[in-house]
């Protein structure tokens, strides 16, 4: 469910706002000033909706229209072609959605959801609330350069421009151009969808823009950070698994997580998943060692069917399973960190068998799931983590990238990561949705644009090519509907 405090917060503040404006409009004193600082500064209010338009970018938009005109022509043509494309596919991308969704309800089983390629997100939810600025920065930035396309092609197309604007419709922010609608209805139905088509153009070459970025960030922060060394530590959970004098610490560069080694964050989270679906690893221990063990050599059955060994409720000592020539069962209470610190990784008893001294492989008896890993992090001495490996994977925040100097800050290139990911799932969304042949998005004006560019001969009768588009873009509609509606029940109910 959505938290109740973000519902008061965002339902308190319009009411603020919305009845503030009530007030001043209905004083008989301040209306006519209030009125007229609102039309001065292009601002107009209404429920849940707030909308600021200027002029102060129409030279500018001028500018970039008329600039290198055939290279604008070829480059909106490259976006028409694209928007045509991206028009028919999000209907399959959408409808495969939907059956995913539809899946997932019938399974009862909503992890499955982490596969979809588009997903209702829901801040406070879905979206975590420390990430909000990212999220809203994104939206932002991609709906200006959205409406940036649209402006620049309206230019080159002859239409005249009358402002850019910026609105908040809840919680949401966005951008809009203001066009001449009787010049936009002169022209030919290819320029038309020219126009209309720049938006999802540009939100698509941002996407791809910021992908790029996002891949060469490695060697565009060399000359300051470098990679493939391991995982640095940015961040702790207080009181986690992973927290405490013996664990990992900010500024730690975890190097290897058992026998699997970690040059990455990506390699972190497959041996962790690695380290899940296989059997507990073992370890090489002298055989001597293993006599002095403390406790019951057959060990007793705990209530999860795990067997125990070590009877003085000992934090540091272990119970460990190994077997010998004689017998396949024994056990053995031993100091984990002494038994495992310095000793090597092993699967079977010949594993052991590389020098002279007698050495028997040694396993930690634990219950099912449950795992012991050894995480060496410099400059710290190893950790000894017990526990489910999904416990570890959510304790700690990590990053790819070391800093070469100490003046340099851990968290900017997660900070730059973080964004440019959000940039390219947000804009590519918004190439996406836009592109739907939907009422009140751009793919209603650009299905109209492409039937009349297309179907003109084939259908003489304008009525029919409307009828067609009704039809089209109401299919379009409830497809899209039906995937807000099905995605934020299984956000929110579920």
């Not at 917060?9 to 001043?24: E, N, P, Q």
């Not at 001597?288 to 795990?306: E, P, T």
């Amino acid at each position: 469910m959505i938290p109740i405090p973000v519902v008061v917060v965002v339902l308190g503040g319009w009411c603020a706002v919305y009845l503030a404006d009530t007030l001043l409009k209905s004083s008989s004193s301040l209306k006519t000033s209030y009125e007229g600082w609102l039309s001065s500064n292009g601002l107009s209010l209404s429920p849940f909706h707030v909308r600021w338009q200027t002029g102060l970018f129409n030279r500018l938009f001028a500018k970039w229209g008329h600039w290198n005109p055939q290279f604008l022509l070829r480059w909106f043509n490259m976006g028409m072609v694209f928007g045509v494309l991206a028009m028919f596919g999000s209907i399959v991308l959408l409808a495969k959605t939907l059956m995913q969704t539809l899946s997932q309800m019938m399974s009862e089983s909503p992890e499955g959801s982490n596969e979809q390629v588009l997903q209702v997100v829901v801040p406070g939810v879905n979206l975590p609330v420390s990430q909000l600025a990212y999220f809203f920065t994104a939206i932002l930035i991609s709906g200006v350069i959205h409406e940036f396309g649209h402006g620049v092609a309206a230019i080159r197309e002859q239409v005249r421009f009358n402002g850019f604007g910026m609105f908040i419709f809840i919680i949401y922010p966005g951008a809009f151009v203001d066009l001449f609608t009787t010049h936009l209805q002169l022209i030919s139905p290819v320029q038309q969808l020219r126009i209309f088509c720049a938006g999802v153009w540009h939100n698509f070459v941002l996407c791809v823009a910021a992908l790029t970025f996002l891949l060469l960030l490695p060697f565009c922060l060399f000359p300051f950070y470098y990679t493939g060394a391991g995982a640095l530590i940015t961040e702790v959970v207080e009181d986690s698994p992973a927290s405490g004098p013996r664990g990992l610490f900010v500024g730690d560069l975890v190097t290897r997580l058992e026998d699997c080694a970690v040059r990455g964050v990506e390699d972190w989270h497959s041996c962790l998943k690695d380290i899940s679906h296989r059997g507990q690893t073992g370890y090489c221990v002298n055989a001597a060692s293993i006599q002095h063990g403390r406790g019951n050599s057959r060990g007793y059955r705990r209530l999860d069917g795990s067997m125990e060994c070590c009877s003085n409720n000992s934090l540091t000592d272990v119970c460990f399973s190994y077997s010998n020539n004689l017998e396949s069962r024994l056990f053995a209470c031993l100091p984990a960190r002494k038994t495992i610190e310095l000793s090597q990784t092993c699967r079977s008893n010949t594993d052991c068998q590389k020098d002279f001294v007698p050495s028997l492989c040694v396993f930690p008896s634990l219950e099912n799931q449950t795992r012991l890993i050894r995480v060496k992090h410099q400059p710290q001495g190893d950790m000894l983590f017990v526990g489910y490996p999904l416990h570890l994977q959510y304790a700690v925040s990590l990053t790819n990238f070391v800093p070469r100097y100490g003046f340099l800050h851990f968290d900017l290139p997660v900070v730059i990561e973080t964004f440019c990911k959000y940039l390219v799932s947000l804009s590519g969304a918004l190439a996406v949705i836009n592109a739907v042949p939907c009422f009140a998005l751009d793919g209603q004006w650009m299905l109209s644009s492409f039937l009349e560019a297309t179907l003109s001969s084939l259908i003489v009768e304008k009525h029919n090519r409307e009828l067609l588009g009704f039809f089209i873009l109401l299919g379009g509609s409830a497809l899209l509907a039906s995937n807000v509606a099905l995605g934020l029940w299984m956000v929110t109910a579920r």
